[in-house]
């Protein structure tokens, strides 16, 4: 991965701030993170602060300009330091968005390119104001919500019902009031899930690395006429386009890379699926 240039820069002066700590042989880890506005830097700690730790960590916020977070156990356990209050958000600025996330939330590590794919995505789908557009995967919304600037109706689904509180909040804020969401174990049974009887015209799919066997299982794909699908994983892929092609008649019209995760051997792959 690329680092940030302004956290670089100071890995010398991070490095010792831990060293002076008292607690350092607890701090499991540090994850940075990167929106619209400063670097956060989430300090994962395995035994509770000392009062002194905690004026060195708030100094050095200060002093940096970076905010800083404490983790003493699950995601739901991450508070800021410094400063009180941290609105983390980052832009689709093609789409005229902005997504706030939380510190832990799951976005895509490479801003630039995450705008690129979107633009990628949304071509080859081609949404038209007369579909209804199913985005399955669909996170905080990071391809739901610029499709509903083209589609006439947009339904996002994901597993995890933070995310989903947070999409909601994200399409009220931007004033989108032509998508919903749901929150839905998309590796489970979906018979009878609401979303699941509606007609679709289009799909887009962003699964995780294990791929989305058991949805494409289970969808009514009949009125599907295209499908777009983003994935970290190209075995995972491969496997679901030979289910696609094989089982449901699509035919695999485009595919690429993207190198989403800089020095290191993982990509992004986008795939078009048309019948």
């Given at each position: 991965h690329?680092?940030?240039?302004e956290?670089g820069?100071?890995i010398p002066e991070l490095?010792?701030?831990v060293?002076?700590?008292d607690?350092?042989?607890?701090i ?6 990167a929106?619209?506005?400063?670097v956060a830097?989430?300090f ?9 730790d ?5 100094q050095?916020?200060q ?5 800083v ?13 410094w ?6 958000h980052?832009?689709i600025p093609?789409f005229d968005?902005?997504l706030?996330?939380k ?7 490479n801003?630039g390119?995450n ?7 949304l ?10 557009v199913?985005?399955?995967f ?11 600037r ?6 996002g689904?994901?597993g995890?019902p ?9 399409a009220a804020r931007?004033g989108?009031?032509?998508v919903?969401f ?7 049974d ?5 979303w699941m009887?509606l ?5 887009l799919?962003?699964?995780p ?8 299982a ?8 295209r ?6 994983h190209?075995a ?7 289910f696609?092609?094989?089982e449901?008649?699509y035919?695999?019209?485009?595919a690429?890379?993207?190198?989403m995760f800089?020095?290191t051997?993982h990509?992004?792959s986008?795939?078009?699926?048309e019948?």
């Amino acid at each position: 991965h690329t680092i940030l240039p302004e956290l670089g820069l100071r890995i010398p002066e991070l490095a010792a701030l831990v060293e002076s700590l008292d607690a350092k042989r607890s701090i499991a880890q540090i994850e940075f993170i990167a929106g619209d506005g400063p670097v956060a830097l989430v300090f994962r700690h395995l035994e509770p602060l000392g009062g002194v730790d905690m004026d060195r960590l708030r100094q050095f916020a200060q002093a940096s300009g970076f905010a800083v977070l404490l983790q003493p156990g699950g995601v739901d356990s991450v508070t800021p330091l410094w400063p009180e209050q941290i609105a983390l958000h980052f832009p689709i600025p093609e789409f005229d968005l902005s997504l706030a996330f939380k510190p832990l939330d799951f976005i895509q590590v490479n801003a630039g390119l995450n705008q690129k794919m979107i633009a990628r995505a949304l071509d080859l789908l081609d949404p038209q104001s007369t579909d209804r557009v199913l985005d399955l995967f669909c996170g905080l919304g990071n391809f739901t919500l610029p499709l509903s600037r083209k589609a006439g109706q947009v339904v996002g689904v994901e597993g995890d019902p933070g995310l989903v509180a947070r999409a909601r909040e994200n399409a009220a804020r931007n004033g989108l009031a032509n998508v919903e969401f749901h929150a839905a174990d998309l590796a489970k049974d979906l018979a009878s899930e609401p979303w699941m009887k509606l007609g679709f015209d289009k799909l887009l799919i962003d699964p995780p690395r294990a791929g989305a066997a058991e949805v494409l299982a289970q969808m009514p794909l009949k009125g599907i006429r295209r499908i777009v699908y983003v994935s970290c994983h190209p075995a995972s892929l491969a496997r679901d386009a030979g289910f696609l092609v094989k089982e449901r008649g699509y035919r695999l019209v485009a595919a690429g890379a993207m190198d989403m995760f800089p020095q290191t051997a993982h990509v992004e792959s986008i795939a078009l699926f048309e019948k």
